[in-house]
């Protein structure tokens, strides 16, 4: 699992390596049309001069592990299946530092399994930050469970853990923070409030595999925490997901959950569906995983580096790190910008001059809770049964998030494999961000 990666081969392949998630001008008008998304545009990402087919990256080795599957007849992890997904089960769950995993067919199915065994349903509130992909509030609403928006910190583009406090009911049944980007939100002190409250705590830590908040992994902090391995994400197999926890019954209930019939101890709910995880994506997963350490390190370390470059450019500020986290997972390094600072140029042309010279970024995402497909969900016929109507038009208004509102419209991204270039490429990114300022008076007027 610990093959070396050819450094120079790797710096090679990731100095072309294109933004897997939204970047450029174009991406940023493409996202207004879809709720909470970042656009994924490899038109985007080759106008800004980066080769969109460079991640995820594969060599023979992935190559030999999908035909040895395909040869083998044991396709799935049921009956006589192989032994793949239970192999990558165990290795995560040993890096993660938790008991049980149990592997799903992508991010948002970790999700769904999870709120599945926790038997989240109609009549319960659950709490999310605004600032996430769609997928959390698709999972809450699924279970024809009522989603409450609670706004985020302004400099560190997390979820405010006084504002979830501030949005429990009696009715709040599900606290679902989410560690955005890679790096954790306060889960310390969210896990209080859940502790204090008696209300669960789940994790989503979709893009933040491998992060730590003062040394114990992202996703064991509550019941558990759900994963992805997404086309975009730093260990990738197209899709799959994972839920981890340290609660036996737990992993019993997702376990049961995720496959029809169950087959482990404990009640049932009566629900249940099919999000398995296939042999063919647990053997990607696998040997990506055994390039994921050094990736991780590379990414580290050119975060780091880039933002100690950026914090010296007036009107770009990197989001904080809150200080319990010992470790990012840099999925995304994420900034905001002050166009006062640069004449007044627009944050959408700020990003058209950066993939003019070649830096590939991103707008980020959409206002969520103001999107069309939220706010649909207040005149839902089967939301309006559940709820009422009248409950549901305050709804609308009870997702009120200023902070977020501001964020969204400052916020700019680099992806995870802009990080897997050169510290070179890092100080040429802020050197280009450099020229663009001494040129924004006359960018602007363009």
């Not at 592997?103 to 349903?121: H, R, Y």
């Not at 580290?300 to 904080?320: D, F, V």
């Not at 208004?397 to 419209?409: G, K, M, Q, S, T």
Request: net charge positive; with cysteine.
């Amino acid at each position: 699992m610990n093959a070396s990666l050819n450094r120079r081969r790797f710096i090679g392949q990731a100095a072309t390596a294109g933004a897997g998630l939204a970047f450029g001008a174009a991406a940023a008008a493409a996202a207004e049309k879809t709720p909470g998304t970042a656009p994924i545009t490899q038109r985007a990402a080759t106008a800004a001069g980066r080769a969109t087919s460079a991640w995820p990256i594969s060599e023979q080795r992935d190559e030999d592990a999908l035909i040895s599957v395909l040869r083998s007849g044991k396709w799935g992890r049921t009956g006589a299946g192989g032994l793949r997904v239970k192999e990558f089960e165990t290795i995560f769950a040993e890096r993660m530092r938790a008991r049980f995993c149990v592997a799903t067919s992508s991010g948002t199915t970790a999700l769904l399994s999870a709120l599945g065994a926790l038997n989240i349903g109609p009549g319960d509130e659950v709490i999310l930050p605004p600032y996430t992909f769609v997928a959390t509030f698709n999972a809450i609403t699924n279970n024809f469970a009522l989603p409450v928006f609670a706004d985020v910190e302004a400099d560190s583009f997390q979820v405010d853990p006084q504002k979830i406090a501030a949005a429990i009911t009696s009715a709040t049944r599900l606290l679902l923070p989410v560690h955005i980007g890679g790096t954790p939100c306060d889960i310390e002190a969210i896990a209080t409030i859940g502790r204090t409250r008696q209300i669960t705590l789940l994790e989503d830590a979709c893009q933040s595999l491998t992060a730590e908040w003062r040394g114990q992994p992202i996703g064991t902090h509550g019941i558990g925490g759900c994963f992805s391995f997404q086309a975009s994400k730093n260990l990738t197999a197209g899709e799959g997901g994972a839920v981890l926890t340290n609660d036996e019954a737990f992993a019993h209930q997702v376990y049961n959950f995720h496959t029809p019939g169950g087959g482990k101890p404990g009640a049932s709910w009566g629900r249940s569906a099919n999000y398995r995880l296939t042999e063919f994506q647990a053997a990607l997963l696998l040997t990506q995983y055994s390039r994921f350490e050094a990736q991780q390190t590379q990414r580290t370390e050119n975060a780091t580096y880039l933002a100690t470059l950026l914090h010296k450019i007036g009107g770009i500020a990197p989001a904080r790190i809150p200080s319990g986290c010992n470790r990012s997972g840099w999925h995304l390094f994420m900034m905001r910008y002050d166009a006062r600072e640069f004449a007044g140029l627009p944050r959408a042309k700020f990003i058209q001059a950066l993939a003019k010279d070649r830096v590939a970024a991103s707008s980020g995402y959409t206002s969520l809770n103001l999107s069309n497909h939220v706010k649909a969900l207040a005149a839902n016929p089967h939301y309006q049964r559940i709820y009422g109507v009248d409950t549901m038009a305050r709804w609308v208004a009870r997702n009120h998030c200023p902070v977020n509102d501001r964020v969204i419209e400052e916020a700019v991204w680099l992806g995870q494999t802009t990080l897997l270039e050169s510290r070179h490429e890092m100080e040429r990114i802020a050197e280009v961000i450099v020229g663009v300022k001494k040129r924004a008076g006359d960018l602007a007027k363009a």
